[in-house]
Structures are given as C-alpha cells and as structure tokens.
C-alpha cells in the first residue's frame, strides 16, 4: 500500500503473530498547535518551528544574511543613531530601479544592489568578503542623503532676543533637531537632546524645549552664547545617548559613573547597554531591559537606584568596555513614504521631512547633494500637512491622521483623518477631514487603500471604511464592525482582495463582500471581518505575545511570495524576536519562525535585488540594519553598519506530528517509527518517539548526511500508549521530510476510561 494514505490499515500477519496496525502522514500541509494533538487533520504537525511545507514536504526554512556594509561614513550608536525606519522608494528617472531607504538619525542611506556578489568597504575602509574570498566594494550603490542642518558662529546667536540668525534657512516652527559644537554649547542648550524649532522669521530661528512651546512662541532663554560653531541639525528620532562611561569611570567605592557635564537630572529614567558587560550590583549584573533611575546627580557623576527616588546601588564590579547610558525610549516612531514625486519621512510631534528624490551627483562621504527639507507649514492655500507618525498616499491624496482638526470649531481628537488636494501634499481642505468614531474610546491606528477608490481605516477598537476618495467633497464612511480593531499600524498588509492585520484577539483577515445595491456581476465595494481568527490553529502562540501597547505596536507584517509573514514580541520580550508564517496557498500556518539571541525584527521591506531587478525579494530590518530573509543556508545576525565582524548560526528546525491513535483511542504497544528523508553531506538532525497516557520518549538518535540521497530512517519505540508522534530536530543543514509512519500492535485494554475518581 502506498505511504501516502497511512490510517486503518493492517499489515498482514500469520496465525500466531499480534495484529500490526500503521498510522501516519504521507505529507505535511500545515501547522495547528492549538488543536488536541490526537485531533489534528492528516498532514498537520503540531509544533513547527523554523520549517516550511512545500508540495507536501517540510524543510528548515533558509536563514538572514546581512546586506548594508556600510559605504557611507556611520558611526552605529544602539538607541541613538541606528536604523529607525526603512522602506522601498523607486527612482523613476532610471528606470524605475529600487533602492531600501534606511531613515538614520540624521541622514537616510539609500541602498540598492545589481550584484549578488560581494560586500561593501567598512566605515573604517577594510574590505569585506564573499565567501569565497573575493573583494569587492560596491560603494556606488549605496548613498546617503542628509536631513537639513545649519552651522553657525557662536556670535550669531542672542542672549537677547534667544535667536539664531541663519541667512534663508529653510527650518519650520515644530522642526525636531539637535545642537553640536566644535567649541562650548550655549547655557542650557545640552548636547544629545532634542529641541523643537520656531521660525522667527527669513534668517532668524529659536529653540524650544516642546512642540507645544514652539507652536506657542516661548522661546528658551539662553544666558550665554558659548564659543565655537554651533550645528542646529534635524534628526528623526528623540531617543538620546545621555552619557558613554568607560568602565574604567564607575568607582565601585563610591557607587559613581562620571561622565563630563553629562546632563542627567535626579530620578531620570535611563536604560544600560555595553561594549563589553555591565556593572553588578549586589552580586547581578545589571540588565539591559531593567529601567533604572538616576539618584545623587552631580555635575560630573551621579549613581543609579532600581526606583525613582529610591537609594543608591552598591556598584560591586565595574563591568567591561565602554556603557551607554541612554534617556527614555524614542517616541517619535518615523516613517517612510513616497509619493508625489517625493519622499516623506514622518515623525510623531514634528514636521514631516521631504526630499525630492535627486540621485543625480554625490558628494564626500557618500552623500546625496539634495537633503531632506522640513515640509513648510504654510499650506499652499490654507491647511499645511500636520505632525504626524505615518501617511498613504492613495488617488493622488497624501492622506493621514492627525489629533488636530482643520476645522476650528470640532474639538481636536484622535479619531481623525485628513485628505490633501490632489497632486499637492501641502493642502489640506476641510472637505477631506474624517471623524472616525468621534468621541469614542478609540484612535486611529492606521489605514490601508482598498479597491474602488476606498479606504481602510483601523481604529484602536473598530474598523471604517471611507468610500469615493477621488472627491472628498461627497466621499463617505461606514463602520465595518466595532467587535475588534488593530493594534499595530505596521501589521495591516495585503494579498489580492484580502486584508490582513493583528488585533487584540488575535490575526483576522477582512474578506471582500458584495454591495447588494449594485446588483449582480458588479466589482467589490465593501469587505467583512470573519467572526474566527485566521490565527485560532495557533492560539496558544498568540496567547504567549506580549499586548502591552507601547511594545505591541512593534509588531510588523508583510505578504510576499504566497505568504503572510507577522513579528510578535514574546511576554518577556519588549522588541519583536518571532515570526509566524501564514501560506496561502496551503491556507495554513506553517511555522514559527526564532532567530539567534538578541535579533530582533523590526519590519520588512520588499526590493528587487541581484541580476533580476525584475524580482522582488524579502528583506528584514532592526536597528543594526538591513538583511535578506530566507536565501542563505544559516542565520547571520551579529553584523552592525560599519563593520565586519560576523557570526554564523546554523537555524535550528523542529517539527513534531500531530498524535497519531489508528483511528482509536484504546491503548496500543507502539513498535517501531520511520521517516523518509532527503539529506544532503553535512545534514544532521535526530529523530524522537513519543507516547501519550502514559507519557514516554524513546532516547533520541542522530542521523547524519555523508552525501546527497533519499535515507529511509526506521527506530524504535516500544512503549504503551493510546497514540504516539514523532518529534524532528534539525541541528544543521537543511534536510527535507517527505513522511512519517508508526507501527503499533493492538491489545486487549479496550478503550481508556475517562474522568475515574
């Protein structure tokens, strides 16, 4: 009998021989892990991590290799000046090639690749290899262009009147920048902090210390000017490096860290990182996710308590390298956009960034010679484009939400969204204003263009829809249900009609309906969630994310290849560390994708890459970088911009199949497993039977490739159970499973008894 349809079939046997009974999968089709495991449909495993399924056959997925050298001229800070937002942009003067824009503090690197060879110089020039040795550097493809900045004399600035003169600077009142100096900064001004511009006129700016003070004119009084030159630079991010103490400047008799007009005030909230290892205190080692507080603030030192206000920690060992001592987390969550012939960078509570795609020339340093401007805040008529987070851009619109209203007479609130003209992103008209349940105990999250010039609004607690976005004049909205919303913005993706996207419950998808008013044969115009999660096979996994919303919002989705890919934080992660893989043309998960320690995925990004710049391909990106998903045969996860160092870690599989009972549920003597296989030279994996009531496994053994072949794997369980399955770990390489059998022989027991007392 063929293997592929393993279930009441019974081997046959002589007189005096037990009765041996096969179950089993011919293939492998999908992953439920919520699902009683004896339950589970032919072809569904119930644990299934770092595999993927195709034709019927499971495999370890391919790995993450790291793409960005970096050519241009960077300096990678953690929390302070890394990758904070990356996307696609299409230069349409050449031919429509694809570049991933990085969003970097204080300039975006622009990166595309013809070549699937080689590697970029370092910042500090050494080349990096293939690997096959060779050395390349491809710098020419990678460039950056800088986010507006000034520098001037120390002189040019007021303690009168608190103003910077600049000759025609092109800053806007709400601007987020950041002060540097060549000599000492003016008083109060500190180093690595974030101020917000007002525009005092044609040459003159000030500073202050919100955006809310800046809207209003209240300028900080400066009581010096200090002395060198002052750059005033725009940055997209506020999280801020507060001080860099080496290890040899903690005092462990003293419980100090002295760090230089280090600017920190007392019950300051700070995170720790570290070149090498962090200080202990009380015999543990200070950790990397704990909030600590600052406490005895002096100009030049000062300690840190486990609470705000509380005593000092007794500082034990200093720890190694140099520690980064970092203020609150950013908040300013930027964005990335293209359209109308330009590129957007958004930043929550500042004026949004535009550049105008200009990839003509370059300059030293691998920079662009146009920059990315502060959008103006005057409107080409009335209304300019608000502060805000995020941005689509659909029907020619620039569309985006935003808790101050256009019209002066609605209260500001977060339920809002606003529609520019067409083909200008600087006019904002009241008509193209959207209440999106106003008043509710709800906030736009994000938005998605849909078919038949509509729009998909998710709120926090509900979904709308906004229909006949070509004329906002009579456009209209509808609520599509108020049962669930979405929690993250970065989740909502789409593949054909279907719209995918997390919510507190769990990953829905919005399936396409049909507008009765519009009779038979008519395209779709509306869209209804289904009543069950798209993610019940995996409840349990979702069950264990962490929903806390400032972490929650992290959570990032892409369809590519057939696929719905979606990061998740862990309960005790506060970055996203797992990636969940829905196929759609098995309409089943498929894995639950882990990475090596400490890589975190902080979104996708689909670009064309190599020879055929015809292909996309699936890129991830965090804060170190950008990486290719999915093509190399082991995870590379410990590179940074700018450097060479490098590690390998072969991805570690692991599948284990549903319950298998031979269609009852009495007890069985299970005998003996197999596993068919295909293996290349250097695959390792083992392979593990269990059985369930009672509980056992068989000790696990190892099958190793010496070459390339199909390898037939059969071993023993002998062990009594009512069903028994079989558990894959792959250690290295990428071997593929074609199908599983056991073989058990029946007793006497009957069926088990249930609920005994």
């Given at each position: 009998?063929?293997?592929?349809?393993?279930?009441?079939?019974?081997?046959?046997?002589?007189?005096?021989?037990?009765?041996?009974?096969?179950?089993?999968?011919?293939?492998?089709?999908?992953?439920?892990?919520?699902?009683?495991?004896?339950?589970?449909?032919?072809?569904?495993?119930?644990?299934?991590?770092?595999?993927?399924?195709?034709?019927?056959?499971?495999?370890?997925?391919?790995?993450?290799?790291?793409?960005?050298?970096?050519?241009?001229?960077?300096?990678?800070?953690?929390?302070?000046?890394?990758?904070?937002?990356?996307?696609?942009?299409?230069?349409?003067?050449?031919?429509?090639?694809?570049?991933?824009?990085?969003?970097?503090?204080?300039?975006?690197?622009?990166?595309?690749?013809?070549?699937?060879?080689?590697?970029?110089?370092?910042?500090?020039?050494?080349?990096?290899?293939?690997?096959?040795?060779?050395?390349?550097a491809l710098n020419s493809n990678e460039v950056a262009t800088q986010y507006y900045f000034i520098t001037q004399a120390s002189s040019t600035w007021s303690t009168s009147t608190e103003k910077v003169t600049s000759s025609s600077h092109k800053f806007q009142t709400g601007d987020a920048v950041e002060v540097s100096t060549t000599g000492a900064l003016p008083t109060p001004i500190k180093a690595r902090t974030i101020y917000y511009v007002i525009d005092s006129g044609t040459n003159d700016i000030q500073l202050a210390t919100t955006l809310a003070l800046a809207k209003a004119g209240t300028a900080?009084?400066?009581?010096?000017?200090?002395?060198?030159?002052?750059?005033?630079?725009?940055?997209?991010?506020?999280?801020?490096?507060?001080?860099?103490?080496?290890?040899?400047?903690?005092?462990?008799?003293?419980?100090?860290?002295?760090?230089?007009?280090?600017?920190?005030?007392?019950?300051?909230?700070?995170?720790?990182?570290?070149?090498?290892?962090?200080?202990?205190?009380?015999?543990?080692?200070?950790?990397?996710?704990?909030?600590?507080?600052?406490?005895?603030?002096?100009?030049?030192?000062?300690?840190?308590?486990?609470?705000?206000?509380?005593?000092?920690?007794?500082?034990?060992?200093?720890?190694?390298?140099?520690h980064t001592i970092r203020s609150a987390a950013d908040t300013m969550k930027p964005s990335i956009l293209q359209g109308n012939n330009k590129v957007l960078i958004f930043r929550n509570g500042a004026r949004p960034l535009e550049w105008d795609g200009n990839f003509t020339s370059s300059v030293t340093g691998g920079l662009t010679d146009s920059v990315f401007y502060p959008k103006t805040t005057t409107g080409t008529s009335v209304h300019a484009c608000p502060e805000t987070g995020w941005g689509v851009f659909f029907r020619n619109r620039l569309i985006v939400p935003t808790a101050d209203t256009l019209d002066s007479g609605v209260v500001n609130n977060s339920q809002t969204i606003v529609m520019s003209d067409i083909l200008d992103d600087n006019e904002f008209v009241?008509?193209?204003?959207?209440?999106?349940?106003?008043?509710?105990?709800?906030?736009?999250?994000?938005?998605?263009?849909?078919?038949?010039?509509?729009?998909?609004?998710?709120?926090?607690?509900?979904?709308?829809?906004?229909?006949?976005?070509?004329?906002?004049?009579?456009?209209?909205?509808?609520?599509?249900?108020?049962?669930?919303?979405?929690?993250?913005?970065?989740?909502?993706?789409?593949?054909?009609?279907?719209?995918?996207?997390?919510?507190?419950?769990?990953?829905?998808?919005?399936?396409?309906?049909?507008?009765?008013?519009?009779?038979?044969a008519i395209a779709i115009s509306k869209v209804a969630p289904f009543t069950v999660p798209l993610s019940r096979p995996i409840n349990d996994v979702i069950g264990e994310v962490n929903f806390e919303r400032e972490v929650i919002e992290r959570a990032s989705a892409i369809c590519h290849n057939n696929r719905y890919y979606i990061s998740l934080p862990m309960q005790s992660d506060t970055e996203c560390t797992i990636v969940l893989v829905y196929d759609f043309l098995l309409d089943a998960w498929v894995s639950k994708d882990t990475f090596p320690a400490d890589f975190i995925i902080d979104g996708f990004v689909e670009s064309s890459f190599g020879a055929d710049m015809g292909q996309r391909r699936l890129f991830v990106y965090n804060d170190k970088g950008l990486w290719l998903y999915e093509e190399s045969q082991q995870d590379e996860s410990t590179r940074i911009i700018g450097t060479d160092t490098t590690e390998q870690t072969p991805i570690a599989g692991k599948l284990i199949t549903r319950n298998y009972t031979l269609s009852n549920i009495g007890v069985k003597r299970f005998m003996t497993g197999q596993v068919a296989s295909d293996v290349s030279s250097g695959d390792v994996f083992t392979l593990i039977g269990h059985t369930s009531d009672p509980d056992t496994s068989t000790e696990a053994i190892t099958i190793t490739g010496t070459s390339d072949e199909g390898v037939l794997t059969r071993f023993g369980i002998r062990n009594r159970g009512y069903a028994a399955s079989v558990e894959i770990n792959v250690t290295s390489g990428r071997p593929t499973f074609k199908h599983v059998v056991v073989e058990s022989a029946s007793l006497t027991l009957g069926a088990r008894a249930e609920g005994i007392e």
């Open positions: 009998m063929a293997f592929s349809q393993y279930g009441e079939w019974q081997r046959s046997t002589g007189r005096l021989d037990d009765p041996i009974n096969i179950d089993g999968d011919g293939g492998f089709i999908g992953l439920d892990s919520y699902t009683e495991p004896s339950s589970l449909k032919k072809g569904f495993v119930k644990t299934s991590e770092n595999m993927r399924f195709d034709g019927g056959k499971a495999s370890t997925r391919k790995g993450i290799e790291f793409k960005t050298g970096s050519g241009v001229a960077h300096t990678y800070y953690p929390e302070y000046d890394e990758v904070f937002a990356a996307s696609l942009i299409t230069n349409a003067s050449d031919n429509d090639v694809d570049w991933v824009i990085l969003a970097m503090r204080t300039k975006a690197i622009l990166w595309n690749r013809n070549s699937e060879l080689g590697e970029l110089l370092c910042e500090d020039g050494a080349s990096l290899t293939t690997e096959d040795d060779s050395f390349l900080i009084n400066v009581s010096n000017v200090g002395s060198g030159d002052h750059t005033i630079q725009s940055v997209v991010s506020n999280a801020a490096i507060t001080a860099l103490v080496a290890s040899g400047a903690v005092d462990t008799s003293a419980n100090t860290f002295t760090q230089t007009a280090h600017g920190f005030t007392d019950n300051d909230g700070v995170y720790l990182d570290s070149t090498g290892t962090l200080p202990t205190a009380s015999g543990n080692v200070l950790s990397k996710t704990t909030k600590y507080y600052v406490v005895n603030s002096a100009a030049n030192t000062f300690k840190l308590s486990e609470l705000s206000g509380g005593s000092a920690m007794g500082i034990t060992d200093a720890g190694s390298g140099t009241v008509d193209g204003e959207f209440y999106v349940n106003k008043g509710m105990a709800d906030y736009v999250v994000g938005a998605i263009p849909y078919q038949e010039d509509q729009l998909i609004v998710f709120n926090r607690r509900s979904i709308h829809m906004v229909t006949g976005i070509r004329n906002t004049s009579t456009a209209a909205q509808a609520e599509v249900t108020r049962q669930f919303g979405c929690v993250s913005r970065k989740s909502i993706a789409q593949s054909g009609p279907n719209t995918y996207f997390l919510s507190d419950n769990g990953i829905y998808s919005l399936e396409p309906g049909v507008d009765p008013a519009k009779g038979d």
